[in-house]
């Protein structure tokens, strides 16, 4: 993925879509170097389930989730159960980092073609939780704001990890 949040042009959809790659991509710069056993590592002693692979893991079902699943009605296909909520977390300490990391730029690219021709206004096939259907310029400021958020995530866990700092 290319990292750059200058959009090609300066209409609404490219100004949104580059963000939001641009937060994409920086999830790749933040995985680099990192040892697969160190991607499994939970530093932060209250909460066990905070691994980068599992942010990484996590961020990528929930492409699946609020594009495939919520905005275009297909089947959830997410590692997620009743008895497991936060299965992506825990899946994802028994895959090799650079698998998570495929898996997540291929769903990203997914997405990526899936929404391309659809209209910023165009209503999701799913609910939110009050009931009223969301359209995609949400659904991609939402997915834009959870991945930068996560990224913050990212950059503490590498600093307590390894001590990487940096953009």
């Not at 499994?40 to 980068?52: H, Y």
């Not at 997620?80 to 992506?88: C, F, N, S, V």
């Not at 895959?95 to 391309?116: F, G, K, S």
């Amino acid at each position: 993925m290319q990292r750059t949040d200058t959009p090609t042009s300066w209409d609404e959809r490219s100004t949104l879509t580059t963000f939001h790659d641009y937060a994409r991509a920086t999830v790749i710069h933040k995985c680099e170097g990192l040892a697969d056993e160190d991607a499994r590592k939970a530093p932060l002693a209250t909460s066990p389930l905070m691994t980068v692979a599992g942010v990484v893991n996590h961020l990528r079902w929930n492409e699946h989730w609020w594009f495939e699943v919520m905005f275009l009605g297909d089947e959830d296909r997410g590692p997620w159960t009743d008895e497991d909520p936060d299965a992506e977390f825990t899946v994802a300490l028994e895959v090799p980092l650079e698998r998570l990391l495929e898996e997540y730029e291929a769903q990203c690219a997914r997405v990526r073609e899936r929404i391309a021709g659809i209209d910023l206004d165009a209503l999701s096939k799913g609910k939110e939780s009050r009931g009223g259907h969301l359209t995609l310029r949400w659904v991609i400021g939402h997915m834009t704001e959870e991945t930068a958020r996560h990224n913050g995530h990212l950059d503490i866990l590498r600093e307590l990890i390894d001590g990487s700092t940096g953009a």
